[in-house]
Every structure is written in structure tokens, then in C-alpha cells.
């Protein structure tokens, strides 16, 4: 496994995942309104931000995937 995780385009992180980096000026005004395994939305001031990370063209059951991911949202 260690092998497999390590060459290739899984090198590093392998399992996908979503993250949001805040300035730290502006983590006082920031506040999270939702956190999933596959997006989260954050409130800056007044501003919404949605970072969504999708399924790859390869990935089994995609559509179905995306489609929940953006009921959710």
C-alpha cells in the first residue's frame, strides 16, 4: 500500500478532501457554516464562500456523487 500511495498522482494525499485557509487578519470575522467530507461554507464579513472538491472522471457511481453533493449544498 505504502508503494501505491507514494508514486503516481496519489503521491501524498491519496483520499481527496476539502480545506478552506483563512488569513489570520480575518479569522475574527470568520465563521463556518457548514463542513462536510466534500465541501465546506465559510462567512467572511459578508461574503460566502463554498469550496466544493468533486469526484474525478474515473470515480465509480460520479454523477450520483456530484448530484448529492450539490443537494446538500
Known sequence: MFESVQSGVLMDRPFG???SLV???LRHVTETVCY???YTVIKVINYLIVNVYLPCV???DRLL????IFADI
Open 17 to 19: 478532501g476539502v480545506v
Open 23 to 25: 488569513n489570520k487578519k
Open 58 to 60: 474515473g470515480t465509480a
Open 36 to 38: 462536510r467530507e466534500r
Open 65 to 68: 456523487i456530484c448530484s448529492n
